[in-house]
């Protein structure tokens, strides 16, 4: 069965500091994944997906992520956090069974302080 | 901004009523899917409408239904509310066979 696993459930972070959120996936087709934020009291929003190609996908506000097959990762990282980043973060993954849908994991709050 | 409309944004209702949520999909996607979202978790498929029909469901008990319109636009029913069903429903739309999907703010139930 497809599942997604985001191992850190709460972070805290100071402004400036690295981030690096972890996700692993389990899907045996092809793999489409997809990080996703939700501000408080806001709808997700994408922030980067892998198709295919370079595993390393750049998105939005700074985000980036790498695909690494063989340790079916797709760990999310931003050089420098800012307040404005805290939200909370799901990884999912694209599943196709005659129909498509998103398989997310449980989500990581991230918390960063002034 | 998804494109993606809902309504009602909260809602309060009792257990054992029914309710009824919609949703707006954005222009040219004719796929619309429900998930939910308890609290502290990520949101759970519940079904996938194209073309006005079911064409996909997750784990969910029957009594969460739904219609698509020929607008594309869509309902979420849920007969007889149970208490664990207090959570945010998110509609989702997407064009057929794509796969980047848009999601709406959701519709926050909560049940008494």
């Known amino acids: 069965a497809q599942s997604v696993s985001q191992h850190n459930h709460h972070v805290i972070l100071s402004e400036a500091a690295s981030l690096e959120l972890g996700c692993n996936y389990s899907?045996?087709?092809?793999?489409?994944l997809f990080w996703y934020v939700q501000y408080p009291g806001q709808h997700l929003q994408l922030l980067l997906k892998?198709?295919?190609?370079?595993?390393l996908v750049k998105g939005i506000k700074g985000f980036e992520a790498e695909f690494i097959k063989s340790k079916f990762s797709f760990n999310l990282r931003k050089p420098s956090v800012q307040w404005s980043d805290t939200a909370e973060y799901f990884c999912?993954?694209?599943?196709?069974?005659?129909?498509?849908?998103?398989?997310f994991g449980t989500g990581t709050r991230l918390l960063v302080s002034p | 901004e998804t494109g993606v409309t809902q309504s009602p944004t909260h809602l309060i209702k009792t257990r054992g009523q029914q309710v009824t949520l919609r949703c707006s999909s954005q222009?040219?996607?004719?796929?619309v899917s429900w998930y939910q979202q308890a609290l502290g978790q990520g949101p759970q498929f519940i079904f996938q409408?194209?073309?006005?029909?079911?064409?996909g469901r997750g784990n969910f008990p029957p009594r969460f239904s739904g219609l698509q319109f020929p607008n594309y636009s869509s309902e979420l029913n849920v007969n007889a509310l149970e208490l664990d069903d207090s959570a945010l429903y998110l509609c989702?739309?997407?064009?057929?066979?794509?796969?980047?999907?848009?999601f709406g703010e959701g519709s926050w139930l909560t049940v008494v």
């Open positions: 989702a739309s997407s064009p057929q066979g794509g796969n980047t999907i848009y």
């Open positions: 899907y045996g087709g092809t793999v489409n």
């Open positions: 892998y198709f295919s190609g370079d595993p």
């Open positions: 999912a993954v694209f599943v196709w069974e005659g129909f498509q849908k998103l398989v």
């Open positions: 222009s040219g996607h004719n796929t």
């Open positions: 409408y194209y073309r006005e029909e079911e064409n």
